[in-house]
């Protein structure tokens, strides 16, 4: 993936595309730039994943159009989420949001109350946030936008298992893993790691299978290649 988003960025920047028609009315480098740092954050590349991050949203901002901005805000919510910024996450939902509302980009949005609901739970404004998120899992499921549900539910699993509601929290764990299976597997090692801390809570935890939720994490770390995610999951597994 980092090799062919690479390579993609450096044909577009060398070629002389005036006359090109592309497949999609989006910027190209806008596309190729709002998953390149999700990559280089998984693969250990943390600071190179940061420059690209930056350089997403300047190219967003330099084209001019409302859409693109929209688009790579959604995605540096990702980033930021990979990175548990949540206050700087929040920052990019309620841009996203606000764009879209100006716009009528009605599927942004969906993605921003979504995201905008995760990021106001993971800063300790539980119900508000699960508010939000319900609504915004919702018209996500109703308009069939069903790339990244992984990734959502299982960050609202994480505000519930903060809030106590464990039962709920390893029902979202769950359905989380099974959806990221399909799509989205860059989140998978998390989501792991986040059923065995759920695990870990219950009242007379599970010891096998916490293990076991923990070496799955690293297990697909590894068949990633994901090295951020391969550390967590090694030092998840340490002894206490």
């Not at 998984?42 to 688009?71: C, M, N, S, V």
């Not at 996500?140 to 903060?162: N, S």
């Not at 096998?208 to 994490?217: M, N, Q, Y």
């Amino acid at each position: 993936s980092r090799e062919n988003l690479e390579g993609s960025i450096e044909l577009y920047k060398n070629t002389d595309t005036s006359g090109l028609q592309f497949f999609s009315p989006t910027d190209p480098l806008v596309e190729c730039l709002t998953t390149l740092p999700l990559v280089l954050y998984a693969l250990g590349e943390t600071e190179l994943a940061e420059q690209r991050a930056k350089e997403l949203l300047d190219q967003a901002r330099a084209i001019k159009r409302p859409f693109e901005l929209a688009q790579a805000q959604a995605f540096r919510w990702v980033y930021e989420t990979f990175r548990e910024d949540h206050e700087a996450a929040l920052a990019c939902a309620e841009e996203t949001l606000a764009i879209c509302e100006a716009n009528g980009y009605l599927n942004y949005r969906t993605v921003a109350v979504i995201s905008r609901g995760v990021s106001i739970g993971r800063l300790g404004q539980t119900e508000a946030g699960l508010a939000l998120y319900q609504s915004g899992l919702k018209e996500m499921t109703r308009m069939g936008i069903l790339r990244a549900l992984g990734l959502f539910i299982g960050e609202a699993a994480v505000v519930l298992h903060a809030v106590g509601r464990d039962d709920e929290a390893l029902a979202a764990i769950d359905d989380a893993i099974e959806r990221a299976g399909r799509s989205f597997k860059i989140v998978l090692p998390r989501l792991h790691l986040r059923r065995a801390d759920i695990l870990a809570a219950l009242p007379n935890p599970d010891r096998v299978a916490v293990r076991k939720a923990r070496d799955a994490a690293l297990s697909e770390a590894k068949r990633q290649g994901a090295l951020t995610f391969q550390r967590e999951a090694a030092a998840a597994l340490k002894p206490a």
